[in-house]
């Protein structure tokens, strides 16, 4: 009877030592770790769960015993509202600071770009705008917007590929002031552009069903736009603008739009000559061919797009601007009223 006495006080002190052996690890181990003032990175990749983010933890030195982390947080029903993100915490802190900390999203503000493309530039305009800005590669921007290798975006699938085109994302980069994440590649600035294209789009009014009631691809929407945008100062004056293309479609008209000649040339002239106007063998000089070039000569603004999608209907066929310095243009719906705003544009620039 002592015996079995003897052994069960022997039991019951090593299992007092046990557990107290057990709390001391425990307390010890949820304890913060020493304090510094050096702040520590943690980078908490989509996906990760408590397990992952209690490692980081640990390797990182922000905590003693990964474990412990991760029982601390069931006993609390924690971990199920932490965000992604780069975080910066200063060893020292408690189990419920870096929760709460966790469950609050209190990430490091990404250091940003920004730029801006103004409304009518050129592909061309946009890489030397983002090469002297430092933002990009002249050359990889152009080859990018030239056959859009690679690139992944819902609006590429109705971009038309036509060998004719001088570069294929001409028109589709919308232009607007951008902030992207600093270190972003040509791929990433181009991406952000078109899904701004395709975001402005789908915010028009039943936009998909204008455009099939203009019987339009978007590709000829698209192109319709950059002319307006390249022909039109006055926004009052797109939508009418927009008809009188439509109006010389119709008739099977030239264009004799400027600014598709401007289009071809390496570096666009003040003034085009006539001689210009007809020596500029492009499918995009409009002089020479009937119908649309083959695609946008520039980046239209969202209203010159929609300028095209609903144009005023006229009976115009011409138009001129007056050289009073409005920018507003005389419209005609004869070519002998055309001539007749001719000699009176000309006469506004005498006064």
Do not use: C
């Not at 992952?52 to 990182?60: K, P, R, S, T, V």
């Not at 990433?188 to 789908?202: A, K, P, S």
């Not at 698209?222 to 002319?227: D, E, I, N, P, R």
């Not at 000089?285 to 969202?302: D, F, M, V």
């Amino acid at each position: 009877m002592r015996k079995a006495l003897k052994w069960l006080t022997v039991l019951l002190l090593l299992v007092i030592i046990g557990v107290g052996a057990a709390g001391i690890y425990v307390y010890t181990g949820m304890q913060p770790v020493e304090a510094k003032e050096q702040t520590v990175k943690l980078t908490i990749e989509p996906g990760t769960g408590t397990s992952g983010i209690a490692e980081l933890l640990e390797n990182q030195g922000l905590i003693k015993n990964s474990f412990l982390f991760v029982s601390y947080l069931k006993w609390k029903s924690e971990g199920s509202r932490f965000q992604a993100g780069v975080y910066e915490m200063k060893p020292g802190v408690t189990y419920d600071e870096i929760i709460a900390k966790l469950n609050s999203g209190d990430v490091i503000k990404a250091e940003m770009i920004r730029f801006t493309i103004p409304e009518g530039f050129t592909v061309k305009q946009m890489a030397d705008k983002l090469a002297e800005e430092g933002l990009a590669d002249k050359e990889v921007f152009l080859q990018l917007a030239k056959n859009a290798a690679e690139l992944n975006d819902e609006l590429l699938s109705q971009i038309p590929a036509d060998e004719q085109l001088t570069y294929r994302l001409e028109g589709y980069l919308f232009p607007e002031t951008y902030e992207l994440k600093k270190g972003s590649n040509e791929r990433d600035i181009i991406t952000r552009m078109l899904q701004e294209t395709g975001v402005r789009l789908g915010g028009i009014p039943d936009f998909a069903q204008k455009l099939q009631a203009r019987g339009l691809t978007l590709g000829e929407l698209m192109t319709v736009a950059s002319l307006v945008e390249r022909e039109v100062v006055v926004d009052t004056e797109r939508p009418m603008v927009a008809g009188v293309i439509y109006n010389r479609l119709k008739d099977g008209m030239k264009l004799e739009i400027d600014a598709t000649v401007q289009y071809v040339l390496d570096k666009p002239k003040e003034r085009l000559l006539n001689s210009d106007l007809r020596s500029v063998d492009s499918p995009y000089n409009t002089y020479l061919y009937e119908g649309l070039p083959p695609g946008p000569i520039a980046a239209p603004s969202l209203k010159s797009i929609e300028a095209a999608l609903t144009p005023k209907d006229s009976e115009y066929l011409f138009y001129v601007t007056k050289k009073d310095g409005s920018g507003e243009h005389l419209f005609a719906k004869t070519y002998k009223e055309h001539l007749k705003n001719i000699e009176t544009s000309k006469a506004m620039a005498n006064k």
